[in-house]
């Protein structure tokens, strides 16, 4: 094994975190169109 568990957990956690959590994944155009809006 060439990582601990707790490593490998940590990087599992962030990786499903990084996914949409409500299972749609926005496209890149509507995340933009979001930040933006987030701004004004």
């Known amino acids: 094994?060439?990582?601990s568990k707790s490593q490998e957990e940590r990087?599992?956690?962030k990786?499903?975190?990084a996914q949409?959590?409500?299972g749609k994944v926005?496209?890149?155009k509507q995340l933009?169109?979001?930040?933006?809006k987030g701004e004004d």
């Open 20 to 22: 949409n959590s409500h």
């Open 1 to 3: 094994m060439t990582q």
């Open 11 to 13: 990087q599992f956690r």
């Open 26 to 28: 926005k496209s890149f």
């Open 15 to 17: 990786r499903k975190e």
């Open 32 to 36: 933009e169109a979001e930040a933006k």
